[in-house]
């Protein structure tokens, strides 16, 4: 398998435009998170699905951002608009057995918003 | 509540002498505990695990953690040190009860020094 695979590495937009992140979990995972990553706060989670369904989305900042898991091999999340204060590495991870293996995390996103 | 903490923002040490990360949680259930480690403007990865076998981890790269449940401790450490260690590392605890919702420590970069 390839692992997590994320596109793009890297967005650079104006603020006020949509980004979407994209996230191909690993084959047979049945769990998928996104988190954030700043130099102010570390890593945050944002939200995570079980079998494609939504399970806890308390870390999502604000209704600007939204999540989706069409099916089990694709996940985006979605920003709009997009504010400076987004600028981030966003990061995808996906495992399975309800929290007893390692998580495995794709490259990342690079994400400015200019 | 479950929680991580790591109680060293940054851990400088010379090359060759021994490195301690040191990490201690907070839960209510029977955790299963982790330490990624992250290089510069790279994802994630796994160390090592700790999923209630034997209490002594040995990871990838001579990195070995004890569980230590009396202290809830969750220690990294490494008998001798090579310049390639310096990165990030994060220690996590994962909510089992919460479908293997991972809460990540706020990190600990290490300097290695020649």
């Known amino acids: 398998d390839a692992g997590v695979i994320q596109s793009p590495r890297h967005e650079v937009t104006e603020m006020g435009q949509e980004v979407t992140l994209r996230c191909k979990p690993i084959?047979?995972?049945?769990?998928l998170f996104w988190y954030r990553q700043t130099m102010m706060r570390g890593l945050e989670l944002l939200i995570y699905?079980?079998?494609?369904?939504?399970?806890?989305d308390s870390g999502m900042p604000e209704d600007r951002f939204s999540a989706k898991m069409p099916n089990a091999s694709f996940s985006t999340l979605k920003i709009q608009p997009s504010e400076p204060r987004d600028s981030a590495v966003y990061f995808c991870?996906?495992?399975?057995?309800?929290?007893?293996?390692?998580?495995?995390f794709g490259q990342g996103t690079r994400l400015t918003v200019v | 509540a479950q929680s991580v903490t790591q109680l060293d923002s940054h851990v400088s040490v010379s090359e060759g002498t021994p490195v301690l990360l040191r990490c201690n949680y907070s839960?209510?259930?029977?955790?299963?505990l982790f330490w990624y480690v992250q290089h510069p403007n790279k994802g994630l990865q796994l160390l090592l695990k700790y999923t209630s076998a034997a209490t002594l981890v040995k990871g990838i790269n001579g990195f070995e953690a004890e569980f230590k449940k009396s202290e809830t401790s969750f220690h990294l450490t490494k008998p001798s040190a090579h310049m390639s260690d310096a990165a990030e590392y994060f220690c996590?605890?994962?909510?089992?009860?919460?479908?293997?919702?991972?809460?990540f420590g706020q990190g600990t970069e290490l300097s290695v020094k020649p």
């Open positions: 996590v605890v994962s909510v089992g009860n919460q479908g293997g919702k991972l809460i």
């Open positions: 839960s209510s259930y029977s955790p299963s």
């Open positions: 991870a996906s495992t399975h057995l309800q929290g007893h293996t390692e998580a495995f």
């Open positions: 084959s047979g995972h049945d769990y």
């Open positions: 699905f079980n079998n494609n369904v939504p399970i806890d």
